[in-house]
């Protein structure tokens, strides 16, 4: 099991808003790491989508925005569109001994 | 243009080795950290070794230590991973990955900016 937990699978028709979520403990977002998003298209190399909680990449369409509250962060986006369906993943950084880069087991959005 | 691209990926038989190669190229490879990504088919990223931009300091997740040596030349501007005594459960897709070595993005950890094709390693007799 991933030490960032994420829902599994999320929908949405397109245009509407998903929101995907992503929950950390002590160690790791609550200890104030920072939480960075990655979209990995079928078949494709992860890319970075969000950096620092709430910052997009150029390049990065504004209806994609994360934020970060307690031990636990969240990506949204808004305006759904087909080439949105992909896998998304949140990382951060785990203060434990056994830590260190860790990733959520990814949420696979379908776009419906 | 800025770019990683792994190989060295194979079929080889549980025990044995292999070594996978990243090389980097269009930036100052020296003023980035590197990192070792696998994803098992149909499962989540897994951070694998880390090291950072001089090669002095050295992470490695613990179901890859003592199996596992990562290192870089950056005059070559290449990473490498040697897998010793690979088991079925090392079958994954590799993925090289940068993070800035200074304060580029004012996060930490900084995040993995670059990522690789990806070299794809299968352990099986």
Known sequence: QSVLTQPPSVSGAPGQRVTISCTGSS???????DVHWYQQLPGTAPKLL???NTNRPSGVPDRFSGSKSGTSASLAITGLQAEDEA???CQ???????????FGGGTKLTVL | QVRLVESGGGLVKP???LRLSCAASRFTFSDYYMTWIRQAPGKGLQWVAHIDDSGE????????KGRFTISRDNAKTSLSLLMESLR???TAMYYCARSPAG???YATPEPFDLWGQGTLVTVSS
């Open chain 1, 50 to 52: 969000i950096y620092g």
């Open chain 1, 92 to 102: 951060s950084f785990d203060s434990s001994l056994s830590g260190r880069w860790v």
């Open chain 1, 27 to 33: 160690s790791n977002i609550g200890a104030g790491f």
């Open chain 2, 15 to 17: 025990g044995g080795s």
């Open chain 2, 103 to 105: 304060p580029e993005y």
């Open chain 2, 57 to 64: 300091y050295i992470y490695y997740a613990d179901s890859v």
């Open chain 2, 88 to 90: 079925a459960d090392d």
């Open chain 1, 87 to 89: 896998d998304y993943y």
